[in-house]
């Protein structure tokens, strides 16, 4: 299969998910089986799943050691993934390890326990990040939360589970104007 068809044909892939199974660390992946959905995973030759989707949500993870390690063993193309939830864990950082999958357009941190607004900084890479999620995490409460995120962020179309408008792209070049120092330019 080329490249090209395994792109086009893994896209309607059920996702490999991992909800929902106490996992407290990354490598535990290994030896735990996914939940079955109504449609059955497709796998490669070697064994490994042909999904771009990996769900891993409402677990325990505190971090993402091992993390593209454990990737490649269970996907066939772990450079394709499109899609990762990471929602409802204890994860105090966006680890960057998710910033090298360059093909991420659907991201869900949401119900975790990130502290910084500085983190989203390390998304800004992603160039096809789409749809993302944050709320439920402490940063939630920071003064011009979804402004910082859309200003850093200017691609995605959705935020939180609501459709990015026009207006809301105003707002935060507004707030972006009246919170963010420019750079000032180094003088040689």
Not at 56 to 69: A, H
Not at 169 to 176: L, M, P, Q
Request: proline share 6%.
């Amino acid at each position: 299969m080329s490249k090209r068809d395994y792109t086009n044909t893994s896209v309607q892939e059920p996702p490999l998910d991992y909800s929902f199974r106490s996992i407290h660390v990354i490598q535990d992946l290994v030896s735990e089986e996914p939940r079955v959905g109504l449609r059955p995973l497709k796998h490669s030759k070697s064994g490994k799943s042909l999904t771009q989707s990996l769900w891993l949500n409402n677990n325990v993870l505190n971090d993402l050691k091992d993390f593209n390690q454990v990737v490649s063993q269970l996907l066939e193309h772990p450079e394709n993934l499109a899609w990762i939830d990471l929602s409802f864990n204890d994860l105090t950082s966006i680890d960057p390890i998710l910033t090298t999958f360059f093909n991420l357009s659907v991201l869900y941190l949401h119900g975790n326990s990130i502290q910084s607004l500085g983190e989203v900084n390390k998304l800004a890479v992603l160039p096809r990040l789409r749809s993302l999620t944050l709320h439920g995490n402490p940063i939630e409460e920071e003064k011009g939360y979804r402004q910082y995120v859309l200003c850093t962020l200017p691609r995605i179309t959705t935020f939180d589970f609501s459709g990015v408008t026009k207006a809301d792209r105003t707002t935060a070049e507004v707030w972006k104007r009246m919170n963010i120092k420019p750079k000032k330019p180094r003088i040689k």
